[in-house]
């Protein structure tokens, strides 16, 4: 559209100066033509940059889907490494239950609720974790476990 307007602009301006108009008249053809042409070349930069930015978040997204893969299957492993753990701990069903609920932050009652069991029961099962993993409380059980993330 632009590049119509500075062809009109263009070829009035020419006929303009043959017919010898107002040099104000003149003027502001000129102007006309220079602020589309100008026009022009910022519509192009504008186009490049957005180009730039599509590419840039195309690879963001990109990365970030690799990203949430790889956290994905560590996330898996790392599951597997505290299922393995609770086996070679010899923990019954009901034991890595608890044991698992309790490394994710629930309390014995919000665990209880969630088991549809008495909290009293959870603390039986809590205290015969932390004895058959070496540990004495829930802040040991799950530094137990942070530990090999660490190391």
Do not use: P
Request: net charge negative; aromatic share 6%; hydrophobic share 45%.
């Amino acid at each position: 559209m632009l590049s119509i307007v500075i062809i009109i602009n263009t070829s009035d301006f020419l006929k303009d100066i043959m017919q010898g108009d107002e040099l104000l008249h003149i003027v502001l053809e000129i102007i006309t033509v220079a602020l589309s042409i100008g026009g022009i070349f910022l519509l192009a930069r504008m186009v490049h940059h957005r180009a730039n930015m599509d590419a840039h978040v195309e690879k963001i997204e990109s990365d970030l889907s690799v990203t949430r893969s790889k956290l994905k299957e560590i996330g898996e492993e790392y599951s597997k490494h505290i299922q393995d753990q609770f086996q070679m701990w010899k923990f019954t069903q009901s034991e890595k239950e608890v044991a698992l609920l309790i490394l994710k932050g629930l309390s014995f009652n919000e665990i209880a609720e969630t088991r549809n069991t008495k909290e009293k029961t959870v603390r039986q099962q809590a205290s015969s974790v932390y004895s058959k993993s070496g540990v004495s409380s829930r802040h040991e059980l799950a530094a137990w476990f942070l530990e090999d993330l660490l190391v």
